[in-house]
């Protein structure tokens, strides 16, 4: 365990909490691909049938000795219940498998405080010091609806018949409200989401769309570092959203995921996000950016050029909905003449600094074949982007991701680019993961 100073202050790059989780699991999305132990991705061959639990055929494995642990672990316990699942062919939400996890644990597990490195001397907390937004999720009809529903489900999949022995419905609202609250996206090396894990000690970090400090993993394991030098354990903020999100689509997020409204300094701010997230102006010699809100309608402040109203009503429409663009262009990756065509139009719409076109860029990247030379550039607009916006030095997982995918990717017959963005990818990782996360140990050392 690692004691704070006196004074309480958190350096920038101090590792503030290291976790196993209480429950996790692979995301429904990727059981068939990841290691339902340590998340791995697993091998394509033979389907992965020889990786597959014999009993359940649901659960995989990369290795007999993931198997075992898993076994010992929950899955002896939760097996039958997954074998009706994959007969009936039902994948239910991550929230669900959570909650089975759970309901599968002894009671003293429910006592027993969670398994990690605190920086805080504060006490360890148990299952029971979870909280979760109870009064604003019982206004919500379809939360209300839903956990009835739940219950039986679950009663089913726990092989349950006496409605005596099932959990009450209070019990089960507030589970669903801990996990709901309270659980993580658990991200794999490339800032891919492949499990969801609750963390009991984790879970006492707010929200802030504009946070000083940052959650990795290794494996299901949880690290919380610091970004930025903080002054107090009480002030530490990560972000449970993406951060480079317009404001509605994070607050949307935000109240759907963990029923509470945002008003950190970025979302009492809409003219200034607007400004953010801004539109290209119709002026091809202005650079200057639209604001994506009401003013796309009025004329440019810097050049007095204004957009046609169905430019900038199909532009707005662009920005609300770009997620949906997003997986659009990227199932496009098969004919890259049409996916490239496609990602044009929304470059001409969108001003260059906009953040969005920084996810663009990077989706760009990663579905681009092996042989493109284009790669290297894309990953390098985005990191520009994130570059402008992060607060200066640029410390972000993102960002140093971003970063170590352009060096990789870097196909030019001069090393001094590959070389500029591996040493500032090292520089970032070191920070957000620590020196010996297994990511940065592979990294070369300069």
Not at 265 to 278: I, L
């Amino acid at each position: 365990m690692t004691a704070t100073t006196k004074s309480g202050m958190i350096k920038r790059g101090d590792l503030i909490l290291a976790e196993e989780p209480f429950v996790y699991t692979v995301s429904g999305n990727q059981v068939d691909s990841r290691c339902s132990n340590c998340l791995k991705s697993l091998q394509q061959d033979d389907n992965n049938t020889k990786s597959r639990c014999a009993a359940c055929k649901y659960s995989r494995y990369c290795s007999s000795k993931c198997q075992k642990i898993d076994w010992k672990r929950s899955h002896k316990a939760e097996c039958p219940g997954f074998k009706l699942l994959e007969e009936r062919g039902f994948r239910p939400p991550d929230h669900f498998f959570l909650m089975l996890k759970i309901l599968l644990k002894s009671e003293e597990a429910f006592e027993q405080t969670s398994i990690c490195e605190p920086y805080h001397n504060s006490p360890r907390r148990t299952y029971e010091d979870l909280i979760f937004h109870e009064d604003e999720m019982r206004l919500s009809k379809d939360v209300m609806d839903y956990v009835p529903q739940l219950r039986l489900i679950l009663a089913k999949y726990l092989g349950i018949d006496d409605p005596r022995d099932l959990p009450s419905e209070q019990v089960i609202f507030e589970m669903f409200g801990k996990v709901k609250c309270n659980s993580y996206g658990i991200l794999d090396d490339d800032l891919i989401t492949c499990g969801v894990g609750l963390y009991l000690n984790a879970s006492v970090f707010d929200h802030s769309c504009r946070p000083n400090a940052c959650q990795i993993f290794d494996g299901a394991r949880i690290y919380i570092r610091a970004t930025e030098d903080i002054a107090d354990f009480s002030e530490v903020r990560i972000s449970y959203i993406d951060r480079f999100a317009p404001l509605k689509q994070r607050q949307d997020h935000i109240f759907e995921g963990y029923f509470f409204t945002c008003t950190c300094s970025s979302c009492s701010n809409p003219s200034k996000d607007a400004e953010m997230f801004a539109l290209r102006c119709a002026n091809p010699k202005c650079d200057h950016g639209i604001p994506c809100d009401q003013r796309a309608y009025l004329p440019c402040s810097a050049c007095q050029t204004s957009l046609a109203p169905e430019v900038a009503d199909a532009t707005l429409l662009t920005v609300a909905n770009f997620s949906k663009t997003l997986d659009e262009i990227a199932k496009k990756a098969g004919d890259l003449v049409e996916m490239r065509a496609a990602a044009a139009t929304v470059e001409r719409s969108l001003h260059p600094m906009n953040p969005l076109l920084a996810s663009l860029y990077s989706t760009l990247g990663r579905v681009m074949p092996p042989t493109d030379e284009n790669a290297e550039e894309f990953f390098g607009k985005a990191a520009d982007i994130y570059r402008h916006w992060l607060p200066s030095p640029a410390v972000d997982p993102l960002m140093g991701w971003t970063c170590l995918e352009a060096a990789y990717e870097s196909r030019s017959g001069d090393p001094a680019p590959s070389r500029r963005y591996l040493v500032e990818a090292q520089q970032i990782l070191h920070i957000t993961h620590g020196p010996d996360h297994p990511l940065c140990r592979k990294l070369p050392r300069f």
